[in-house]
């Protein structure tokens, strides 16, 4: 560019290369996305802050109350409840479909017959709407009417209450939650798979190096970065579950399966202390972004 | 208090007498005119239901009366409450005409003024039709739709009342009689329930929030019949209320399904649906679905009966949802022919005979005719004209209602796995009322 080449003056004069300041001139060009940037993101932030900061009713008055929010929250035992449960129902809603998704890569790996037909219909699940999957599950889990107690009856298996007992609720949830997203992160690993080189297992293979071990020593470490890629977005999404869990149990019974999602949510839209649900929004983007972080740096060590 | 009070039942009296008056001599100046606001348009939002449906389907009638063009939409229970609540505090809601669940919304509406009063327009003869009589209209529901401060911001729109359905052919079977107490529903109930045939005496709903109501059904039967008292404090733990709170547990663990604790209305009615529960006690607006051959295998063999009384009451609860006009709109003219022709004696009728709901104007339920053209049997309307008599609100009127709702369904649901009544309703009483407390000041 000009910029850097040096100008003779209207006399002749060799002169020095002015810097030019781009920032300055095309500055304009960035204007429309820091507008989206601040209304849709940094303004609603800086509003929610401002919210938890306040007692704010909907159809009511706001009041200033410091941190008051974040203090009653940290005894609200409902809240620090909701917590445990979200933690319970995160780890399982992301330990089984990882392992069964890496699982399932690695035989939609290989090839056999009908190999297309079979990767089209395990990833079905994942294409069905949220609300729509959690309806069907609903009717499935009724005790008396549903088809998953007749298909137990049909084994000798007695019957069991899913959704509708507090000790079981929560690992039936996991199921439904199992079956939706197991296709993802099979598809996540199946891609890793497709793009690892063949020298090493060649290699392996000459110096007698046993399936088992080719898988162990050399598969694992190379999918790696996928597997930690799949974990990330597994496990955001778990803790963001909410859709399956309002619609079959809303929370129930009791407040037996109430992930901090759907307290929030209550909170928010049904007691209308917005207040409240601002400071509760509040801790739960900072979970999730220490969450984040951590698998980021994990994600990081193993490349390196 | 969630009673019709001296002070509410008075004002709601003053109103009826007022309003015909008003109406009369405001008609005998100024001619109505349905065309008057021909070629406007109004926005409706309403609650997905039977009712709302009803209404869809005949749509078409107001416009031609009108020449108003509308535009209506219908959304879910829950999703509607947040979206006008939200849609109110932003100042410019979407729509013009609002419906609300009186029991739910009516001191978050009322206290933030956001419906426009209706009295002036009431009485304003251009702007009213001679069929719009308010006389006609229950005392309870218009004071259901009368604030403290006596404005009128909604008119009623339908009101559903608690009642008894029992499986007359489960009856019959057990030579079981038709319960008017407490005690005998639960024996007749414990006669029916045969778990190796998956047959159960009674169900109802279980999960929290939506149980509260069932057990406000016992409640009501009760000398303390509410949950709040005179001075609006909260007494729900008192041994009236512990006795409710037993009765519930022992029906709900002794003779409804396994499962029962995470039941809502939905999976009481498919149930009740399938033949497999005795008795059902829930709104009024589920006979349609359970008198529907195509659906439901009880369509036929189904009897009405007002709910049981208890020590003290006979009360059947009852709730009221009503339509009022949005203070921020500019075509109140328009939205107020609109909740006219919904109120007028054509549409309420249509929603009693069709089974989608009870009407709040009192003259369909003494139109034989209309009653004797419907496919309902007449034990359906017997048992509603006598609920209507006997009814009495089956939630406090308070603010924060719905988290009322949860905190002591939530302790409902407890009893249903074991835990002692009288524990549960004390934990949930002492966890809610600062919360009561706190809203009442600030109300």
Same mark, same amino acid.
């Given at each position: 560019?000009?910029?850097?080449?040096?100008?003779?003056?209207?006399?002749?004069?060799?002169?020095?290369?002015?810097?030019?300041?781009?920032?300055?001139?095309?500055?304009?060009?960035?204007?429309?996305?820091?507008?989206?940037?601040?209304?849709?993101?940094?303004?609603?932030?800086?509003?929610?802050?401002?919210?938890?900061?306040?007692?704010?009713?909907?159809?009511?008055?706001?009041?200033?109350?410091?941190?008051?929010?974040?203090?009653?929250?940290?005894?609200?035992?409902?809240?620090?409840?909701?917590?445990? *449960?979200?933690?319970?129902?995160?780890?399982?809603?992301?330990?089984?479909?990882?392992?069964?998704?890496?699982?399932?890569?690695?035989? %939609?790996?290989?090839?056999?017959?009908?190999?297309?037909?079979?990767?089209?219909?395990?990833?079905?699940?994942?294409?069905?709407?949220?609300?729509?999957?959690?309806?069907?599950?609903?009717?499935?889990?009724?005790?008396?009417?549903?088809?998953?107690?007749?298909?137990?009856?049909?084994?000798?298996?007695?019957?069991?209450?899913?959704?509708?007992?507090?000790?079981?609720?929560?690992?039936?949830?996991?199921?439904?939650?199992?079956?939706?997203?197991?296709?993802?992160?099979?598809?996540?690993?199946?891609?890793?798979?497709?793009?690892?080189?063949?020298?090493?297992?060649? &290699?392996?293979?000459?110096?007698?190096?046993?399936?088992?071990?080719?898988?162990?020593?050399?598969?694992?470490?190379?999918?790696?970065?996928?597997?930690?890629?799949?974990?990330?977005?597994?496990?955001?999404?778990?803790?963001?579950?909410?859709?399956?869990?309002?619609?079959?149990?809303?929370?129930?019974?009791?407040?037996?399966?109430?992930?901090?999602?759907?307290?929030?949510?209550?909170?928010?839209?049904?007691?209308?202390?917005?207040?409240?649900?601002?400071?509760?929004?509040?801790?739960?983007?900072?979970?999730?972004?220490?969450?984040?972080?951590?698998?980021?740096?994990?994600?990081?060590?193993?490349?390196? | 208090?969630?009673?019709?009070?001296?002070?509410? #039942?008075?004002?709601?009296?003053?109103?009826?007498? #007022?309003?015909?008056?008003?109406?009369?001599?405001?008609? &005998?100046?100024?001619?109505?005119?349905?065309?008057?606001?021909?070629?406007?348009?109004?926005?409706?939002?309403?609650?997905?239901?039977?009712?709302?449906?009803?209404?869809?389907?005949?749509?078409?009638?107001?416009?031609?009366?009108?020449?108003? *063009?509308?535009?209506?939409?219908?959304?879910?229970?829950?999703?509607?409450? $947040?979206?006008? !609540?939200?849609?109110?505090?932003?100042?410019?809601?979407?729509?013009?005409?609002?419906?609300?669940?009186?029991?739910?919304?009516?001191? $978050?509406?009322?206290?933030?003024?956001?419906?426009?009063?209706?009295?002036?327009?009431? &009485?304003?003869?251009?702007?009213?039709?001679?069929?719009?009589?308010?006389?006609? %209209?229950?005392?309870?529901?218009?004071?259901?739709?009368?604030?403290?401060?006596?404005?009128?911001?909604?008119?009623?729109?339908?009101?559903?009342?608690?009642?008894?359905?029992?499986?007359?052919?489960?009856?019959?079977?057990?030579?079981?009689?038709?319960?008017?107490?407490?005690?005998?529903?639960?024996?007749?109930?414990?006669?029916?329930?045969?778990?190796?045939?998956? $047959?159960?005496?009674?169900?109802? *709903?279980?999960?929290?929030?939506?149980?509260?109501?069932?057990?406000?059904?016992?409640?009501?039967?009760? #000398?303390?019949?509410?949950?709040?008292?005179?001075?609006?404090?909260?007494?729900?733990?008192?041994?009236? &209320?512990?006795?409710?709170?037993?009765?519930?547990?022992?029906?709900?663990?002794?003779?409804?399904?396994?499962?029962?604790?995470?039941?809502?209305?939905?999976?009481?009615?498919?149930?009740?649906?399938?033949?497999?529960?005795?008795?059902?006690?829930?709104?009024?607006?589920? !006979?349609?679905?359970?008198?529907?051959?195509?659906?439901?295998?009880?369509?036929?063999?189904?009897?009405?009966?007002?709910?049981?009384?208890?020590?003290?009451?006979?009360?059947?609860?009852?709730?009221?949802?009503?339509?009022?006009?949005?203070?921020?709109?500019?075509?109140?003219?328009?939205?107020?022919?609109?909740?006219?022709?919904?109120?007028?004696?054509?549409?309420?009728?249509?929603?009693?005979?069709?089974?989608?709901?009870?009407?709040?104007?009192?003259?369909?339920?003494?139109?034989?005719?209309?009653?004797?053209?419907?496919?309902?049997?007449?034990?359906?309307?017997?048992?509603? #004209?006598?609920?209507?008599?006997?009814?009495?609100?089956?939630?406090?009127?308070?603010?924060?209602?719905?988290?009322?709702?949860?905190?002591?369904?939530?302790?409902?649901?407890?009893?249903?796995?074991?835990?002692?009544?009288?524990?549960?309703?004390? *934990?949930?009483?002492?966890?809610?009322?600062?919360?009561?407390?706190?809203?009442?000041?600030?109300?």
């Amino acid at each position: 560019m000009s910029g850097n080449t040096a100008t003779l003056s209207p006399a002749g004069a060799a002169i020095a290369p002015r810097r030019r300041n781009y920032a300055r001139k095309y500055w304009m060009f960035i204007v429309p996305a820091g507008v989206v940037v601040v209304g849709v993101i940094l303004f609603p932030w800086l509003f929610t802050l401002f919210m938890s900061t306040h007692d704010w009713k909907i159809g009511g008055g706001h009041t200033f109350v410091g941190l008051d929010n974040y203090r009653k929250l940290f005894t609200d035992e409902r809240f620090l409840w909701s917590v445990l *449960r979200t933690l319970y129902f995160t780890a399982m809603a992301v330990f089984f479909p990882m392992v069964l998704g890496v699982a399932a890569a690695l035989i %939609f790996n290989h090839k056999f017959p009908l190999r297309g037909l079979a990767r089209t219909l395990f990833i079905l699940p994942m294409m069905a709407t949220p609300v729509a999957v959690a309806l069907v599950w609903t009717m499935m889990f009724h005790p008396q009417l549903g088809v998953l107690n007749w298909l137990l009856s049909q084994f000798g298996i007695p019957p069991s209450m899913w959704v509708y007992d507090a000790r079981t609720v929560i690992p039936t949830l996991v199921l439904v939650e199992v079956w939706h997203w197991t296709p993802l992160v099979m598809l996540i690993v199946l891609g890793g798979l497709a793009s690892l080189p063949i020298d090493p297992y060649e &290699a392996a293979k000459i110096d007698g190096a046993s399936p088992l071990q080719s898988f162990w020593h050399i598969t694992l470490p190379l999918l790696a970065p996928f597997i930690v890629v799949a974990l990330i977005i597994r496990t955001i999404d778990a803790l963001k579950a909410f859709d399956t869990i309002y619609v079959i149990t809303q929370g129930g019974p009791g407040t037996s399966s109430e992930t901090i999602n759907i307290f929030l949510y209550l909170q928010g839209f049904a007691y209308y202390n917005m207040g409240y649900a601002s400071a509760v929004v509040v801790v739960f983007f900072s979970m999730i972004v220490g969450l984040a972080s951590l698998l980021l740096w994990t994600r990081k060590r193993v490349k390196a | 208090m969630s009673e019709i009070t001296r002070r509410t #039942a008075l004002r709601g009296a003053a109103g009826l007498l #007022a309003a015909p008056a008003l109406v009369e001599r405001a008609n &005998a100046q100024s001619a109505f005119d349905w065309k008057r606001f021909k070629g406007e348009r109004v926005e409706v939002s309403l609650v997905a239901n039977p009712r709302s449906t009803l209404l869809f389907q005949h749509h078409k009638e107001f416009e031609e009366l009108t020449g108003i *063009r509308l535009g209506a939409e219908q959304i879910p229970e829950q999703q509607h409450r $947040q979206k006008f !609540a939200i849609e109110f505090a932003s100042g410019k809601p979407s729509f013009d005409v609002i419906n609300i669940s009186l029991h739910v919304n009516k001191r $978050q509406v009322g206290g933030a003024k956001w419906c426009t009063d209706l009295r002036p327009i009431i &009485a304003d003869a251009s702007m009213t039709a001679p069929d719009l009589d308010i006389g006609d %209209f229950g005392p309870g529901s218009i004071a259901y739709s009368t604030q403290a401060d006596g404005r009128l911001d909604t008119l009623p729109l339908d009101v559903d009342h608690f009642i008894l359905y029992y499986n007359k052919d489960l009856l019959a079977a057990k030579n079981v009689a038709v319960p008017t107490t407490f005690d005998e529903l639960y024996t007749a109930a414990k006669t029916l329930t045969d778990t190796s045939k998956q $047959q159960f005496g009674f169900v109802g *709903r279980g999960l929290r929030n939506a149980n509260v109501v069932l057990w406000s059904s016992f409640l009501l039967g009760t #000398a303390q019949r509410d949950m709040i008292d005179g001075n609006r404090r909260l007494i729900t733990d008192t041994p009236d &209320a512990i006795w409710a709170g037993q009765q519930y547990q022992r029906l709900m663990r002794e003779c409804a399904p396994p499962g029962v604790t995470g039941f809502n209305w939905n999976e009481c009615q498919t149930t009740f649906m399938q033949g497999r529960a005795g008795f059902w006690i829930d709104g009024v607006g589920y !006979a349609a679905p359970l008198e529907d051959p195509k659906r439901s295998r009880v369509a036929g063999k189904l009897g009405y009966a007002v709910v049981p009384a208890g020590p003290a009451h006979r009360h059947s609860a009852f709730f009221c949802t009503g339509l009022g006009i949005s203070e921020a709109s500019a075509r109140k003219g328009p939205a107020w022919f609109y909740i006219q022709w919904v109120l007028n004696k054509q549409n309420q009728t249509r929603m009693l005979t069709t089974g989608a709901g009870a009407p709040t104007r009192l003259s369909p339920y003494s139109s034989e005719e209309a009653i004797s053209a419907s496919t309902f049997p007449r034990e359906y309307f017997t048992t509603l #004209a006598e609920s209507i008599r006997i009814a009495r609100p089956g939630l406090p009127e308070i603010l924060p209602v719905t988290e009322f709702r949860d905190t002591i369904g939530t302790a409902l649901a407890n009893t249903l796995s074991g835990a002692d009544v009288a524990a549960e309703l004390k *934990r949930a009483t002492d966890a809610f009322r600062p919360i009561l407390e706190q809203s009442e000041k600030g109300a």
